[in-house]
């Protein structure tokens, strides 16, 4: 059964973002002839064209337009390497408005285009908003993961505080499965301090029979603390029967030993000196 009000509502929202060819002053910031010119592009996939009339209009403009017109961006689009470039290159602070009407679905949009759109608004809202987002299970990974990172790009804690709670994180079986297969966790590590107590700390709570390639990979990353913090192991823990102790001697040690940009530097306070 066609429900009426749904469609109904489409249509008023169509309608609502052509008026928005208006700035609320009134005064046309793109015309009639132009604005078909762009709809038959991007539908086209006539991208030639397309950056054309960028040319002609500006590109600030044209970010705008597209911002209140998101529905008129065919999803093939996000495919286009240039495409993307020019809306990530230029889409920032000034267009918050216009990106949480999107999220919010107050603007109309392709789940193609929001989900793009998505990124770059989160990478925007307040890093404080941010923390109860990554902590609220009922959002959506993908977001989750946006902002626990930009939560640990500006945060002060201390990289003690900041491992248990990505540990934390990963608990939720939904983030992990997203962000298992990507390299987020080697990624964040970057921004920790205390790197020699992060390192330890992983040894200590994740090595065991059932530790997984995230978090080996992960440990591995750390790579001067990581070796360190092997280093400090085994000496203390020379069994060769201990699983831990055989796991960093077969796997850690030549994965940071065949890494040449950092090797010499690892190997160097254990090289004699004439």
């Excluded at 020379?238 to 796997?251: A, E, P």
Aim: charged share 30%; net charge positive; hydrophobic share 40%.
């Amino acid at each position: 059964m066609i429900d009426k009000e749904k469609i109904n509502l489409t249509f008023n929202r169509i309608e609502k973002s052509l008026d928005l060819r208006f700035q609320k002053n009134g005064t046309l910031f793109i015309s009639k002839d132009d604005m078909e010119s762009l709809k038959k592009t991007l539908y086209k996939e006539e991208y030639q064209n397309f950056f054309a009339l960028k040319t002609k209009i500006g590109e600030a403009v044209l970010i705008q337009v597209l911002l209140k017109n998101s529905w008129l961006i065919n999803d093939r689009a996000f495919k286009n390497k240039d495409f993307k470039k020019m809306l990530l290159g230029n889409i920032g602070k000034e267009h918050f408005d216009f990106l949480e009407k999107i999220i919010e679905d107050k603007t109309f949009s392709t789940k193609v285009s929001k989900e793009f759109f998505e990124k770059i608004y989160y990478e925007l809202v307040d890093v404080k908003r941010c923390q109860k987002i990554y902590q609220d299970n009922k959002i959506k990974a993908s977001v989750r993961a946006i902002c626990f990172k930009r939560f640990v790009m500006n945060s002060s804690k201390e990289g003690s505080y900041l491992i248990r709670e990505t540990d934390s994180l990963f608990m939720d079986k939904e983030f992990y499965k997203y962000v298992k297969n990507k390299p987020y966790l080697n990624n964040i590590l970057e921004k920790f301090s205390e790197k020699d107590k992060v390192a330890e700390w992983i040894l200590t709570n994740k090595c065991d029979k059932n530790m997984d390639t995230v978090w080996s990979s992960a440990f591995a990353s750390l790579k001067n603390n990581a070796f360190n913090a092997t280093i400090n192991y085994i000496n203390l823990n020379m069994d060769y029967d201990n699983f831990t102790t055989k796991w960093l001697i077969r796997k850690i040690i030549p994965k940071l030993l065949l890494q040449e940009s950092y090797s010499q530097t690892i190997m160097y306070p254990f090289v004699k000196t004439t």
